[in-house]
C-alpha cells in the first residue's frame, strides 16, 4: 500500500494536479450563502435574546452589597 503511493507519486511527480470539482457546484451556490448567513443572524439573535439580555437581566437585578469603609487611622 505505501509502495504503491510512493510509486504514484515517483511517477507524476512534476505535473499539475487535475481539477477538482467545486465542494458547491454552481447552481446552489448563491442560496447556499444566502442561506448560511440567514442561520448565522438566526444564531446570533437567539444567543442575545436567549443568552445576553438575560444575563443583563440578572446582573442588574442584584442587590449590591454595602460596602463597610472604615475612617480610623491606623498607623
Given at each position: 500500500?505505501?509502495?504503491e503511493?510512493t510509486?504514484?507519486?515517483?511517477?507524476?511527480?512534476?505535473?499539475?494536479?487535475?481539477?477538482?470539482?467545486?465542494?458547491?457546484p454552481?447552481?446552489?451556490?448563491?442560496?447556499f450563502?444566502?442561506?448560511?448567513a440567514?442561520?448565522?443572524?438566526?444564531?446570533?439573535?437567539?444567543?442575545?435574546?436567549?443568552?445576553?439580555?438575560p444575563g443583563?437581566e440578572?446582573?442588574?437585578?442584584?442587590p449590591?452589597?454595602?460596602v463597610a469603609v472604615?475612617?480610623?487611622?491606623?498607623s
Amino acid at each position: 500500500m505505501a509502495f504503491e503511493r510512493t510509486k504514484h507519486f515517483l511517477d507524476t511527480f512534476g505535473e499539475p494536479r487535475p481539477p477538482r470539482p467545486p465542494l458547491i457546484p454552481e447552481p446552489y451556490r448563491i442560496p447556499f450563502y444566502i442561506a448560511l448567513a440567514v442561520v448565522s443572524l438566526a444564531a446570533l439573535v437567539a444567543l442575545i435574546w436567549f443568552v445576553l439580555i438575560p444575563g443583563i437581566e440578572a446582573y442588574s437585578s442584584m442587590p449590591t452589597a454595602p460596602v463597610a469603609v472604615s475612617t480610623e487611622r491606623t498607623s
